[in-house]
């Protein structure tokens, strides 16, 4: 890729995986707090869009309420996704913060790359990594988007199970 090539693909990742953030987000909010309940929005605003709430986080955070309610098949589909997630995110981080670009010369020929930072004696290549982007994204988007509809069912499952682990540990139960 050239220059403007790796400009144009920069954008393109950047906000793809924003639109994978949002939804991630909405599925907290509405995990925690409920989709009907107004407050869902606020603390989207205020919590996790905020600049200190990482990506990291967020997919913790999807991660604990996925593990907590799904078993079975859908727990190794959910894992398989979460791979692709982090996948998506490396891609997203060698975009965002990989550059510029060194000019290698050795006797008047020169060369431009982009070392890639796990491993500097290796070049980014961004078409590679652009393709791959492009195939992962659309697949994990749906798959988050398909979760969110159901994140009610989701989160009623989750406290009902919740609760029964609470409830085994309290000094009736023993």
């Known amino acids: 890729m050239n220059i403007p090539e790796v400009t144009k693909a920069r954008a393109e ?12 987000s909405s599925i ?17 605003l205020e919590v996790l869009y905020d600049e200190n709430c ?17 078993e079975g098949a859908d727990k190794k589909a959910a894992e398989a996704q979460f791979q692709k997630l ?3 995110n490396k891609i997203r981080n ?7 670009d060194i000019y290698l010369a050795k006797e ?12 500097p004696s290796q070049r980014v290549d961004f078409d590679k990594e652009y393709q ?9 988007f749906l798959w988050l ?10 989160r009623q499952k989750g406290l009902q199970k919740f609760y029964s682990v609470l409830t085994s540990h309290t000094p009736e139960s023993q």
């Open 94 to 100: 060698l975009f965002s913060h990989c550059g510029p």
């Open 28 to 44: 907290i909010s509405n995990y925690y707090v409920g989709r009907q309940n107004p407050f869902s929005f606020v603390f989207a």
């Open 145 to 154: 988007n398909e979760l969110l509809p159901q994140i009610d069912e989701l």
């Open 86 to 88: 982090f996948k998506l």
């Open 108 to 119: 008047g020929n020169g060369i431009r790359i982009t070392p890639n930072p796990s491993n």
């Open 132 to 140: 791959e982007f492009r195939k992962l994204e659309p697949e994990v």
């Open 13 to 24: 990742v950047i906000e793809g995986f924003i639109q994978i953030e949002t939804l991630m």
């Open 54 to 70: 990482s990506f990291g986080m967020k997919r913790n955070i999807l991660e604990k309420i996925l593990n907590s309610i799904m």
